[in-house]
């Protein structure tokens, strides 16, 4: 497994994108909806995460609050 480090236009926000092989952890990971893609980093994720909504699976089977309006204190 590897894991090269990220930033996004040189924004504060910095993440990682993991592979084991051939296969993008991430990718599987928002895929069958276990995380969200962030939306102030790469576009890359977020047709993986509209697979997952749409299937309704992982955390899309039912309702929560994403992390980022959590904070702003959306509950």
Not at 26 to 37: F, S
Not at 45 to 67: N, S
Request: aromatic share 10%.
């Amino acid at each position: 497994m590897t894991c090269e480090r990220k930033t996004v236009n040189g924004r504060r926000g910095v993440y990682a994108v993991c592979k084991a092989g051939k296969f993008t952890l991430n990718a599987m990971l928002a895929r069958e909806g276990w995380v969200l893609a962030d939306p102030n980093q790469s576009d890359e994720f977020r047709k993986h995460e509209l697979v997952a909504r749409i299937a309704k699976v992982g955390i899309w089977r039912g309702e929560f609050v994403p992390p980022w309006d959590w904070r702003r204190g959306i509950r």
